[in-house]
C-alpha cells in the first residue's frame, strides 16, 4: 500500500491511501466542485523495511471557483 501526501491548495498537508501508486493525477471532490493534483516526484520508502511508499502530489487546478468562507462574503454584500 502507498500513501499520498497532498500539497497545497485546500487539501494542503492530507495524507491518504493509494491502493495503485502508479497513479499520476488525482481528482477529489472539494465542497461543490472538484480538486486536481499531480504526482510531483518519484516515490520515496520504496523499501520493505521503510514504512508505507509515500508519493507528493501537487496541486493543479480545481473545476471552479474556491472559496474557503462563502459565508462571510454574503455578509459584506448586505
Known sequence: MAIARLHGGPL???VLPLDDDTQDRLIMPYSE???VYERA???ENTGDDDGPTELA???VE???DI???PDDD???NE
Open 33 to 35: 466542485t472538484q480538486v
Open 74 to 76: 454574503d455578509r459584506r
Open 62 to 64: 480545481s473545476e471552479d
Open 67 to 69: 472559496d474557503p468562507d
Open 12 to 14: 494542503d498537508g492530507q
Open 57 to 59: 502530489f501537487h496541486f
Open 41 to 43: 516526484q518519484a516515490a
